[in-house]
């Protein structure tokens, strides 16, 4: 038994954010938890094993190919363009937004050598055509470092006559999307307002 603690301790203290305390309390909580509830955990992370892709439509990771939004036809047709899965599962958890999204694998920024061509746009525009996308969101944290990225999207995008949408300025300047409360997060798409140059 201890040394399955210890394991555990530290499997979880090796995650980022995640300190000792923390680590601690999710060992203690799996400890105390029920058998049933542990064996709810068991299945979901028994599915991540060898099932582990990537949508060939909107870049996520994800288990199925598409994922569960891109072939799920109730979504509206808005298109959120955010950096990573871990926008695109953030977003999704809060329940704010319900349209599709493309996940971009990056941003463009002076620090990083990455060309725009690198990133997942290749099929941006015939998604737009395709499936009647009549807005695009774009998802980016909006840091200093993403401007370039926004310009390059909107110049990509300028001639599909979508239109282009971005947060709200409940969102400050300087704050990543992962780091955002949900409260926030939820107004910034709600009021979200045409983009900027
Ligand atoms: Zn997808």
Known sequence: MQKIVKQLFNYFKGLPDIGNKTAERIVFSLL????????????????????KNTCSTCGVISFNDPCDICSDESRENTLMIVESSKEYYK??????????????????SPFQKRNFKDLNINNIKSRIENEGISEVIIGISPIPESVITKEMLMNLLKDTGVRITEFARGISTGQYVENIDEVTLTGAIKDRKDAEY
């Open 91 to 108: 977003i999704e958890l809060s329940g704010s937004y319900r349209g599709k999204y493309h996940v971009l694998g990056g941003i463009i």
């Open 32 to 51: 105390s938890s029920e058998s049933r509830d542990i064996k709810k955990l068991y299945d979901s992370l028994h599915k991540l094993i060898g099932n």
